[in-house]
Structure formats: structure tokens, C-alpha cells
């Protein structure tokens, strides 16, 4: 295999890579769009229960507006491809970076949290209490150490304990 060989195999092989990513993306938009759709049409219900019931103010409203922004964003999801979304999001990106940057701190933040509990509730049984000790007597306590007791050897010297490896 020559040089030309090996770059049509690599560009063959990440254009294959591309169509399954391209094809998963879609398929799971479209489940995440049926999903807030039906959120939709349930936030819409609540609405209109609130008004049925005769609650006045704001309640329904804030219900109409959550059900018409969850909707749109389903119908997005559930009629979009993969190449549609990354335009969408360069397009984004040019126009307010600042969006993007914030958005990707904030999922950057909720994974962090996801991240953190999912170990927490990993290491609850464990018995691991969450001080990094390493097992080797050092410890993250700032405060002063005594010193290690002294013992008599053999030979009549005291030594410490650390020192015999105790």
C-alpha cells in the first residue's frame, strides 16, 4: 500500500464514520422530538386545566408559552438532520459566540454534577470515606503530627516505629 492507498482507506473510513454519527444524531433527535412534543401537548393541557378551573393570572400563560417553545423545539429535533444542526450551530457560533461559549459552560457544569453524584452513589458502598489518604499514613490534616512512639530493639536503643516499618 502506498501513500494515495492508505489516504483513500482513512477518507473512506471517516465519511463511513460521518454517515453512522449523521444516522445515530438523527435517530436520537427524532426520539428527543417525540418526546418534547408530547411534553408540549401535556404543558398545553395543564393550561387549559388551569383555566377550566378558573385560575386567573399568570399560571396559564406561563404554560401556553413553555408548551408553544417546547413544541417548536420537538418539531426542530423531529424534522431536522444531522447537517441542518451543524449549520444551525456554526451559524450560531458566528453570530453569538458568547451563546455557544455560554451553553458549553453549562453543560460542561451539569455533566461535572452528573459526574460527581454517579461516583458518590459508586463509592457509597465501597466504604471509601473520601479522604485520599493513599494507605501510606499520610493524610490531608493540617495539623501538626505527634511524634511516632519510640520502642526498645533488641539492642537496647529506642528507635521509632516508623523506622522498624511499623
Known amino acids: 500500500m502506498n501513500q494515495t492507498d492508505i489516504a483513500n482507506v482513512a477518507a473512506q473510513a471517516a465519511q463511513k464514520s460521518k454517515t453512522i ?42 404554560a401556553d408559552w413553555a408548551a408553544g417553545y417546547v413544541d417548536r423545539a420537538g418539531t426542530y ?54 479522604n485520599f489518604s493513599g494507605g501510606y499514613g499520610y493524610t490531608a490534616d493540617t495539623r501538626a503530627a505527634s511524634p511516632a512512639p519510640t520502642t526498645q530493639n533488641a539492642h537496647g536503643t529506642a528507635s521509632s516505629a516508623l523506622m522498624n516499618g511499623n
Open 77 to 130: 429535533l423531529s424534522n431536522g438532520n444531522s447537517d441542518r444542526f451543524i449549520a444551525d450551530i456554526e451559524t450560531t457560533a458566528r453570530e453569538r459566540p458568547w451563546t455557544i461559549v455560554t451553553t458549553a459552560a453549562a453543560l460542561g457544569f451539569l455533566a461535572a454534577r452528573v459526574v460527581k453524584s454517579s461516583s458518590v452513589r459508586r463509592y457509597a458502598g465501597s466504604g471509601y470515606d473520601g
Open 21 to 62: 454519527v449523521g444516522r445515530e444524531v438523527e435517530r436520537q433527535a427524532a426520539s428527543l422530538g417525540k418526546t418534547l412534543s408530547q411534553t408540549a401537548r401535556d404543558l398545553q393541557q395543564v393550561g387549559n386545566n388551569l383555566r377550566s378551573n378558573g385560575t386567573v393570572g399568570s399560571a396559564a400563560q406561563v
